[in-house]
């Protein structure tokens, strides 16, 4: 079992900036998939972006020129710069990891972030 934490969200202005952070423990392994997800309200989950261990990280089209994520394998942490934040950001933004082998999903609780226009 890999415990995820999400810290960094908050209450931001139209074209600002933040940064979320996650921190994994437990049953932790370095060539895990880590990423980030986001739930808007009466919307489904979708994937914002992923990175693995070696560095290689997708982010999706919608946000890519304003999101960029990067992870540090020695402290098991995964980060999600966000910049020039507009309303529709807004949103619960998860962290997950998938263990390569069996494909399992582990989640944190969420951080919300809020983008006034």
């Known amino acids: 079992q890999v415990q995820l934490v999400e810290s960094g969200g908050g209450l931001v202005q139209t074209g600002g900036s933040l940064r979320l952070s996650c921190a994994a423990s437990?049953?932790?392994?370095?060539?895990?998939?880590m990423g980030w997800y986001r739930q808007a309200p009466g919307k489904q989950r979708e994937l914002i972006a992923r990175i693995t261990s070696g560095g290689t990280a997708y982010v999706v089209d919608s946000v890519e020129e304003r999101f960029t994520i990067s992870r540090d394998n020695r402290k098991n942490m995964v980060y999600l710069q966000m910049d020039g934040l507009k309303p529709e950001d807004t949103a619960v933004y998860y962290c997950?990891?998938?263990?390569?082998?069996?494909?399992?999903?582990?989640w944190g609780q969420g951080t919300q972030v809020t983008v006034s226009s």
């Open positions: 997950f990891s998938r263990r390569l082998t069996t494909a399992t999903y582990s």
């Open positions: 437990g049953n932790v392994l370095s060539n895990d998939i």
